[in-house]
């Protein structure tokens, strides 16, 4: 019987315990999210931070230059002097130019290449996948001097080939850098995009594709009219880590400038922001690095809302 009182009292007491206090929760959570915030704010939102606080000031020098320079407000001197600099523009409207371009073309190819690794007739799926992906293995620098080497103009095998179709080929000239370059990048960037779409494939489930297959639709129309839409998140993710990289464009253009003399030294934002730092222009070169930033995401997110208005009129 008292066992029995026990266990007819055990369930009351249990709910007249008092629930957690919510103070002590909040407690808890703070307590699990302290490491990633701590190392969030040290590695992304400080230096973020410094470089606007360092693209607010100038370095001054007195008299004859022979003493220390002192640092001053610049207010938006800064970018006043680095969009009025006829080089820097142009180094943002090249870059716009190879993304409009560049990044339509590779995710195209990307996107083609997984429909065919997702397609059931497909062979030697493993080996393609692994393929496609190698170059991306391949680390960015060793790949620009694997292609510096193949675009040079007394080492290119390209160029001697069209020789002998009598052809005049230089694809280090001035016409021919941005699409050089563009090459480099789809070469290199193609497997990663492939691999993220190809995986959104693999999510899909097998019965749709069965359905339509049973009610005459081609593999084609599978493809365009039920693969393609419903990977439409992964496309979105694709297009806007290229834009985002595209914008970043520097070891292409800096180890080729050593086949390519007549490569400016400030073909991307990047690379002139580099070359501020050389010249010890630390505040120009913060100026660029936040004009540059600003750009990539006005244009991410630009694509992103363009994307979700159209989503939403569908």
């Keep these: 019987m008292t066992t029995a009182l026990a266990g007819r009292t055990a369930p009351q007491d249990r709910a007249a315990r008092p629930a957690r206090p919510a103070r002590h929760r909040a407690r808890t959570v703070a307590l699990f999210l302290a490491p990633f915030l701590l190392l969030f704010t040290a590695l992304y ?21 022979l003493s220390a320079p002192t640092q001053v ?35 195209a190819l990307a996107l083609a290449l997984a ?6 007739s497909t062979m030697f799926k493993r080996f393609f996948r692994l393929a496609f992906f190698l170059p991306y293995a391949l680390p960015g ?9 193949l675009v040079a103009p007394g080492l290119s095998p390209i160029t001697a080939a069209a020789h002998h179709l009598g052809l005049d080929l230089n694809l280090t000239s001035d016409g021919m850098l941005g699409a050089t370059i563009g090459n480099m990048l789809t070469w290199g960037w193609t497997g990663y995009n492939m691999l993220i779409i190809h995986s959104a494939l693999q999510a899909i489930p097998a019965e ?7 009610d005459g639709c081609s593999a084609f129309g599978i493809a365009w009219r039920i693969k393609v839409p ?23 253009p800096a180890i080729l400038h050593n086949v390519a003399p007549n490569l400016s030294s400030s073909y991307t934002p990047i690379y002139a922001a580099y070359n501020a730092v050389d010249a010890n222009n630390f505040n120009l070169a913060a100026t660029e690095s936040v004009v540059l930033a600003v750009l990539a995401f006005a244009l991410s997110f630009g694509f992103l809302k363009l994307v979700q208005r159209r989503g939403e009129a569908l």
């Design 45 to 65: 939102l400080a230096p973020i931070g410094y470089t606007l606080y360092q693209s607010l000031f100038r370095m001054h020098r007195s008299g004859l230059g």
């Design 73 to 107: 407000f610049a207010g938006f001197g800064n970018y006043a002097t680095a969009l009025g600099d006829p080089a820097f523009r142009g180094s943002l409207l090249r870059v716009l130019l190879i993304g409009v371009v560049q990044v339509p073309v590779m995710l």
């Design 115 to 120: 429909l065919l690794l997702d397609a059931g």
């Design 141 to 149: 620098v060793v790949g620009a001097i694997m292609w510096s080497y």
């Design 208 to 214: 749709l594709a069965e359905a339509a297959r049973m």
């Design 230 to 252: 419903m990977i439409r998140p992964a496309l979105v993710l694709t297009t806007v880590f290229s834009v985002i990289g595209t914008a970043q464009l520097y070891n292409e």
